[in-house]
């Protein structure tokens, strides 16, 4: 594996990774590197199986469908901390539904949530890797399907408990790092190229957010040279990257949907646990 010479995803197997990125947790929570990516980390065919079962059970809109009755331009499958935390009680029963529903979803399929936690609990070394809980024991979602049909966009942005959703209450709220890991099940179609997340070496701080606010962030990248990249993937890759660096996802075009399994993470070199949430 060539050295990171400029900021741009670290591909490799598991093992070679972590020859050269001994900590990887760490890597990531320094933005060293913008992301891991494990290529084939699960069998395409089993995200086209998967993709059929969400449709034939109603979980998603066949793309198929013009009938124009459900307009939603992006369906999730899984508990939305950051869509439901505001009530945490509901929050914390719907996540139990999402842990009732995913208990028998993949059956005759690779599990793809146990191929992210597996793949996680390589990168975090000692530390354990689990669904995040509340001090009573109740469980978070532990990841999200999300369907993006034709125009959905993620503009520039972070994802963090504290720093962006400003939750105090909840156990995730210690961690001071945030990470996500995204399994992609299926891109969008496009002539030429496909909708693909783009990261920004770019930690956010307070003095970012009029920019991200105003959504002036492409400009104030491109005045201050900020390096960015392009994570290319294909169904079964999955890739871990920092949520507090700047990134978003171009609008999806043409008829097919982009499909992700998505998960947060919650890290910080003191802690005995990786906490999971979604
Ligand atoms: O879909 C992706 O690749 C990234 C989406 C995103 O912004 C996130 O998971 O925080
Ligand atoms: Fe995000």
Known sequence: MPPASSWSPVEADLKTILKEYPD???????????AFIL?????????????????????????QDTSGKDTRNRIDIGTSLGNLGGNQEHFLQHAEGTHQLFAHLFDGFDNPVQTLYTALQALALSQEVKVAREPDGRRYGPAIFRIHYTGHTYRPHIDHVVLREERFNYAVSRFAHQFAGVLCFQNASAQGESTQAILHQCLWTPQIQPHIAAQTFPQYAAENHLAQCRVELEPGDLYFFNTRCIHEVPPVQGGLPRIVLASFIGYGPEHREVFVWS
């Open 39 to 63: 290529r084939r980390a699960y069998a395409p065919a089993h995200c086209q199986g998967l993709i059929r079962r969400f449709i034939e059970r109603g979980l998603m809109r066949d793309p």
């Open 24 to 34: 990887p947790l760490r890597a990531l929570a320094e933005a060293r590197v913008p």
